[in-house]
């Protein structure tokens, strides 16, 4: 995340006064000129952004997570360790009452060679994906966060064209793909399917 420490020449204690002058200004513009949805909406945006600054330093330092947790998400293997922290960030942003949280995974657009091309890729995310399951569940936190793995599309069970020319791989199926729900009361046991083509049944 940018921007969380503040400037060099900024002294957190100068930065705490300069947004109370702010906040002191816009409370004088809005008695005079009334309610002001805009300046509402920035004075807020200020104040998330302060708090910001103030808290997720802490929230982000893995430092306090236990040896054992942090080996639960494979920050101990260099394979596992990049996507695992992002996994792990994610449920410590989550039990400190983040709503919504993103992480990214790239590199799967692979059209041939799929074993050799994918193979890396899941060893990197198979085990931090099993962790964002079971470590939230085991702190009770699933009842309440809906995890949710996805990708852009499938792909076709066959080689085809590609950019209008035969080409050996497998092209891009937007009629069904993977999705991964776990938590947030979703009904458990739920498996989608295809036909033996890649369309949905």
């Not at 945006?45 to 103030?54: C, D, G, P």
């Not at 330093?57 to 430092?63: A, E, G, H, N, R």
């Not at 569940?137 to 990708?151: H, N, P």
Request: include cysteine; glycine fraction near 8%; hydrophobic fraction near 35%.
């Amino acid at each position: 995340m940018l921007d969380l420490a503040s400037q060099p020449n900024k002294s957190r204690p100068h930065q705490i006064r300069t947004l109370d002058e702010l906040a002191w200004l816009n409370q004088q513009h809005l008695q005079r000129s009334g309610t002001d949805e805009n300046l509402l909406a920035r004075i807020e945006s200020y104040e998330l952004a302060f708090r910001m600054q103030a808290e997720v330093p802490s929230v982000l330092d893995l430092k306090s997570e236990t040896q054992q947790t942090q080996k639960l998400y494979g920050l101990d293997n260099t394979e596992t360790e990049t996507f695992g922290r992002q996994c792990l960030m994610a449920r410590r942003l989550v039990e400190h009452g983040v709503r919504f949280v993103q992480i990214f995974s790239g590199g799967w657009d692979s059209h041939d060679y799929l074993e050799r091309g994918h193979t890396a890729r899941i060893k990197s995310v198979d085990k931090p994906i099993a962790a964002l399951i079971r470590d939230p569940k085991q702190r009770d936190l699933l009842k309440d966060t809906l995890v949710i793995w996805t990708d852009e599309f499938g792909r076709t069970p066959d080689n085809n064209k590609r950019g209008g020319v035969y080409s050996l791989g497998r092209g891009h199926n937007n009629k069904a793909m993977t999705v991964l729900l776990a938590g947030g009361g979703v009904k458990p046991g739920i498996v989608g399917a295809t036909d033996e083509l890649g369309a949905p049944l």
